[in-house]
């Protein structure tokens, strides 16, 4: 099955700055790639997603990057502000219906984002 | 996006007595639903597969005896911890993919603390 790794496990950067979490997959059939934002106590809420016909896809601050070759694909926030502070996870699926909507999840990585 | 609404966000049981979690997709018809646990400061571990109308698909080590999954309609499916434990004691979230969208939706959760 679809093994997801992501890095680092937590991220603490000062305001105004950048932060990347990188994550890897192991099933090259996989072709959807969504990144979740979880606050404490939440279900998780999509922020950007990438399919595997795309290289790179952003929206205002947040941008993700695929490289479909060497199976790993990155999370970019830009200007971090204190309200980006959370556990960010990636995941991965076949995405085409039934069962293969199915994700499988990176172990999340915990963004702290300081005044 | 489409709202999944699940219920109750927090539930807490006396061991030995069952529990149901119920999810609903508000705004559109799921005929797939998603059911994972998720331990503190851990990822999201996937449970069952459920799909309307027939029996859910549980992964591998996932009692089915003890967490009966129903999904008798478009719009929902339940969860029902049989006979908890203090070891079931967790964050269960659901999610559902809408239609031939690849994105998942995904519940609030449910902390449930069996006590």
């Known amino acids: 099955g679809e093994n997801v790794e992501q890095h680092p496990s937590t991220l603490s950067v000062q305001e105004g700055d950048s932060a990347v979490i990188k994550c890897t997959y192991s099933d090259s059939a996989s072709n959807y790639f969504p990144w979740y934002k979880q606050e404490l106590g939440k279900g998780p809420q999509l922020i950007i997603d990438i399919r595997s016909n795309v290289g790179e896809k952003k929206d205002q601050r947040i941008a993700v990057t695929l490289n479909k070759t060497a199976k790993h694909f990155s999370l970019h926030i830009t200007e971090t502000q204190p309200e980006d502070s959370a556990v960010y996870f990636c995941?991965?699926?076949?995405?085409?219906?039934?069962?293969?909507?199915?994700?499988?999840f990176g172990k999340g990585t915990l963004l702290t984002v300081n005044p | 996006g489409a709202v999944v609404s699940q219920h109750p966000s927090r539930v807490i049981c006396k061991s030995g007595t069952s529990v149901k979690i119920e999810c609903r997709s508000l705004?559109?018809?799921?005929?797939?639903m998603f059911w994972y646990r998720q331990f503190p400061k851990q990822s999201l571990m996937l449970m069952a597969t459920s799909n309307e109308g027939s029996k859910a698909t549980y992964e591998q080590g996932v009692e089915k005896d003890k967490f009966l999954i129903n999904h008798a309609s478009l719009t929902l499916s339940t969860l029902t911890v049989t006979s908890a434990h203090p070891e079931d004691s967790s964050f269960y979230i659901c999610s559902a993919p809408e239609g031939a969208r690849t994105e998942a939706f995904f519940g609030q959760g449910t902390r449930l603390t069996v006590v």
């Open positions: 995941a991965a699926s076949k995405g085409s219906g039934g069962s293969n909507y199915k994700l499988t």
């Open positions: 705004d559109f018809q799921a005929t797939t």
